[in-house]
T-cell receptor, first 111, second 113 residues
C-alpha cells in the first residue's frame, strides 16, 4: 500500500531560525495536503498542492511539490513561537482518493 | 456553524467494555472519516464513509464498527476494548472525498486499562 514518510520526526530550532520538513511517498500522488496540529489540538488544513513542481507561499511558509509528484516540502522562514506544533503531509493517489498521512514532524522553538 | 463535533473528549474503559464515540458535522459534508493518532505513527484511517448508507474500511479497521444513517452523524463503535486501542481518535469530514481538505473534530482521548 501507499506509504508516506516524513523527516525529521523532531526538530528543535532557535526562534528566528529556518525550519524545513520533507515528505516522501512510495507512489506518485495526485495531490498533497499539509496540516498543522498545535499541542493538544487537532490538525488544521494549511494548503493543497496539485501540479508537478508547484510552489505556494503563505507569509513565512513555502510549500513545494516535487516534479515527479512523489515528494513535498514545507519551509518556514524565521520561525516564531506561534509556529510550534506538528506538521503533517497527506497524499492521495490517482483512482484511490483516500488520504494517507505522513508520520509528522514536531517543531519546538527555543526562545 | 459548530463544524465537526466529537464526544466525549476523554474516556477511560476497562478491557472488554464497549463504547461509541460520537461525531457530528453541520456542514452538509458527504465524506466523513475516523482516524487514530499514536505517537510516531501519524494519523491512520480506521473507517470512512462517502455518503449516508455507505461505509468502507481504512488502514486499521479491526475492532471497530461504523454506520452512517444520516449525512450528519458518523459514530465509531469499539466492540470489545483492548489496551492496543488506547489512542487519540479524530473524526474528520470534507465536502467530497476527492481532493478536498479535511475538517477535524477536537478529538477523543481514549485509555483502555
Amino acid at each position: 500500500g501507499q506509504q508516506v514518510m516524513q523527516i525529521p520526526q523532531y526538530q528543535h530550532v532557535q526562534e528566528g531560525e529556518d525550519f524545513t520538513t520533507y515528505c516522501n511517498s512510495s507512489t506518485t500522488l495526485s495531490n498533497i495536503q499539509w496540516y498543522k496540529q498545535r499541542p493538544g489540538g487537532h490538525p488544521v488544513f494549511l494548503i493543497q498542492l496539485v501540479k508537478s513542481g508547484e510552489v505556494k507561499k503563505q507569509k513565512r511558509l513555502t510549500f513545494q511539490f516535487g516534479e515527479a509528484k512523489k515528494n513535498s516540502s514545507l519551509h518556514i522562514t524565521a520561525t516564531q513561537t506561534t509556529d510550534v506544533g506538528t506538521y503533517f503531509c497527506a497524499g492521495s493517489n490517482f483512482g484511490n482518493e483516500k488520504l494517507t498521512f505522513g508520520t509528522g514532524t514536531r517543531l519546538t522553538i527555543i526562545p | 456553524n459548530a463544524g465537526v463535533t466529537q464526544t466525549p473528549k476523554f474516556q477511560v474503559l476497562k478491557t472488554g467494555q464497549s463504547m461509541t464515540l460520537q461525531c457530528a458535522q453541520d456542514m452538509n459534508h458527504e465524506y466523513m472519516s475516523w482516524y487514530r493518532q499514536d505517537p510516531g505513527m501519524g494519523l491512520r484511517l480506521i473507517h470512512y464513509s462517502v455518503g449516508a448508507g455507505i461505509t468502507d474500511q481504512g488502514e486499521v479497521p479491526n475492532g471497530y464498527n461504523v454506520s452512517r444513517s444520516t449525512t450528519e452523524d458518523f459514530p465509531l463503535r469499539l466492540l470489545s476494548a483492548a489496551p492496543s486501542q488506547t489512542s487519540v481518535y479524530f473524526c474528520a469530514s470534507s465536502y467530497v472525498q476527492r481532493g478536498e481538505k479535511l475538517f477535524f473534530g477536537s478529538g477523543t482521548q481514549l485509555s483502555v486499562l
